[in-house]
């Protein structure tokens, strides 16, 4: 139980979505909390669990970014809350082993990837359908089927061309010599 094991590393968010997490501070906690348990004993994964614990969930009754306000998001914060509950409970079992410990572990921290993953995910799909450039007039977009940010970056782009044709009509036309 004192030997001390390397465990995998979590996933990060990608660098360039670091500023879309930057005020969520519970999910910023957990990820430097996760850094104690690249090299430990599982002693000492006993010791940091209810810790830990405590943390997870914060994340989970924390008030989200509107942006991961998500049922599958939540999913795996739950899931992950569920991992860590287990690990937590190992720490009453006066005979448990160590390879319990370190699998549980294991586990936990694959849960935290996957929230993190699932957080990279959902930025990069925003990224992607912020790029695209939709004229609905001539592909016939059924609209009342458009996720609620495409949506609105096709209102956007509709009003904008509106904006412009007004802006085209009122100014005055040069007459050309003959």
Partial sequence: MSLLQTHSATENIKPIFLKEVKDWNELKAIDSFFVKFREISPNEILSNAIELKDLIKSLKDSVKPTIFDVRSLDARINILYTEVLRMADLTAIEAIQATEVNMQLDKTIA???????????????????SEIDIDTE?????????DIISKKTIDLNLKKESINKRNLKKSPRRRQGS
């Fill in 138 to 146: 001539f592909i016939g977009l059924d609209s009342t089927k458009i």
């Fill in 111 to 129: 849960a935290f990837s996957n929230v993190t993953i699932k957080i990279n995910t959902l930025l990069e799909k925003i990224s992607f359908e």
